[in-house]
């Protein structure tokens, strides 16, 4: 099996598509020998970015889809009704800051920084929203509001956290990158974990890099 083929295997597995995280953590079940190059991870990259067009197209920054890929799936179902393919984009927007204001009612800081200064604050959904069904999507339980730095390294998969509000880091991150991200004690008291631990069992199994 090649590269194409095992990437395709894995955004057949959840319906047509897949981030990069995702990927990463996957493709090792169809292509058991892709980390034995040192930079296996650009390698993914290259397939993907010399494919867009033909086999696969980018959605996001780091979500890709099999060019067949019906993008009405990005928004929830009550959301699709009369938008054309121009407009799912903007749909998405739109509902991804809706779900961000619902969030902001519940959740009023970073639990790491402390900033309640909600231009500074992001929705970050704990299951992807591109793997999300229409409930999960705009499920408040499904997210946390972090700010930036924390937004990046959760979405990137650099870090997650257990039912116990530790913080667990990526055996990816440099040392140098540790001693500037690293959290107290790697525990934090104020995550909102309660109602939140099937997303988070998603996260730490499918989007963490280990």
């Not at 090792?28 to 040192?38: A, L, Q, T």
């Not at 009704?81 to 009612?105: A, F, H, P």
């Not at 099937?198 to 280990?210: D, G, P, V």
């Amino acid at each position: 099996m090649t590269k194409v083929e095992a990437i395709i295997k894995v955004m057949n597995d959840y319906n047509g598509i897949a981030t990069l995280q995702l990927i990463y953590n996957e493709i090792e079940k169809y292509y058991p020998n892709v980390k034995n190059s040192k930079d296996w991870t650009a390698g993914i990259r290259g397939v993907l970015y010399r494919e867009l067009g033909k086999k696969f197209k980018r959605i996001d920054t780091s979500t890709y889809a099999l060019i067949e890929y019906d993008d009405l799936n990005l928004l929830p179902f009550d959301c699709r009704i009369g938008v054309t393919e121009k407009e799912i984009l903007t749909s998405v927007r739109l509902q991804q800051n809706k779900y961000r204001n619902n969030l902001l009612k519940v959740l009023k800081m970073c639990p790491f920084t402390g900033i309640t200064d909600k231009r500074l604050l992001v929705a970050s959904h704990i299951k992807p929203w591109c793997l999300s069904t229409s409930e999960e999507k705009m499920d408040i339980y499904n997210g946390f509001i972090l700010s930036p730095l924390y937004d990046r390294l959760f979405d990137s998969g650099l870090i997650t956290f257990t039912n116990e509000k530790k913080v667990v880091y990526s055996s990816s991150l440099s040392k140098e990158t540790m001693k500037i991200i690293k959290y107290k004690d790697e525990y934090c008291e104020n995550l909102p974990i309660e109602g939140r631990e099937e997303y988070l069992y998603f996260h730490n199994t499918k989007i963490f890099r280990k």
